[in-house]
């Protein structure tokens, strides 16, 4: 089975900046992939490069077997992209931006498919209305219909929730987790980390265009992130915790790896006699995750 998606050695300057500096990534289909970053590091260059609208200096990338240059038009009928800028022409409805996009891909008929896109990301009401009538939101909407139009395997969304209300988050995500069951593979560029962690089963993280992290989410939170103790203490800690803890803001934080270890850490904490004010056990999560690969500039076990 071909890959979803195939990069190989790309590389891509603008001027002197290397947005993309030998980058190799694949993803399986079928899968729902994270694409993170820090402003800068190159994932809407990656993406652009996918859809053929930047050309990669060196390196191949496919979509679903198919070479986004030699095989532009099969490579990018496979692809559905949600930009991150809100593009659109004002002088069309929503329906009728649709099927204009429809007509692009050679699809003819495609009304029933229009209903239910516009069905599922509530948009419905706003079929007839004109492009610049809507809010930031809805047309945030309406680039996600665009992408979907012409039912591709594979979705690139970058950034969809960028300045988007919760109620747009929930029916996008449940929308995407649907087609995901489906079968199309998801990619997602977010600069929501917890989103990232609920959604993406696999993450690749860009810094300065190279691939600095590549696995499974499970193991990057195993590995670069911890459950925590934290508590706010009326006095000195016990110097044998302090030495494994961080501070922040009266907090301290110790983090362990089994629950059995923390009775044995407020033992001690009580015969320092330290009062405890306030405890909370944190989850690893993904922004701590985030933060050391990026400090660390690791590469990530590849999975
Ligand atoms: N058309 C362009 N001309 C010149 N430089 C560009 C162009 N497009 C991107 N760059 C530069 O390439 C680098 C990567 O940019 P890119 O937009 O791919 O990053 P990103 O990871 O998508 O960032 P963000 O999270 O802010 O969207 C940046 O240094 C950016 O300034």
Known sequence: MSAAIRIQQVSKCFGSTQALDRVDLEVRQGEFFGLLGPNGAGKTTLISALAGLVRADSGSLSVMGHDVQSDYRVARRHLGVVPQELVFDPFFTVRESLKIQSGYFGIGDNDAWIDEILEKLGLTSKANANMRMLSG???????????LVHRPPVIVLDEPTAGVDVELRQTLWAFIRQLNEAGHTIVLTTHYLEEAENLCTRIAMLKAGRVVALDTTVNLLRRFS??????????????????????????????????????????????????????????????????????????????
């Open 137 to 147: 939101g809805m047309k945030r909407r309406v680039l996600v219909a665009q992408a």
């Open 226 to 303: 911890a459950h925590s103790l934290r508590l706010r203490t009326d006095g000195a800690m016990p110097p044998e915790l302090v030495r494994d803890a961080a501070q922040n803001g009266g907090w301290w934080s110790l983090p362990f790896d089994g629950f059995e270890e923390v009775e044995p850490m407020l033992t001690k904490i009580r015969a320092a006699g330290c009062r405890i004010d306030d405890l909370e056990i944190g989850k690893p999560d993904l922004e701590e995750v985030f933060v050391r690969v990026m400090q660390g500039s690791q590469q990530g076990q590849q999975s």
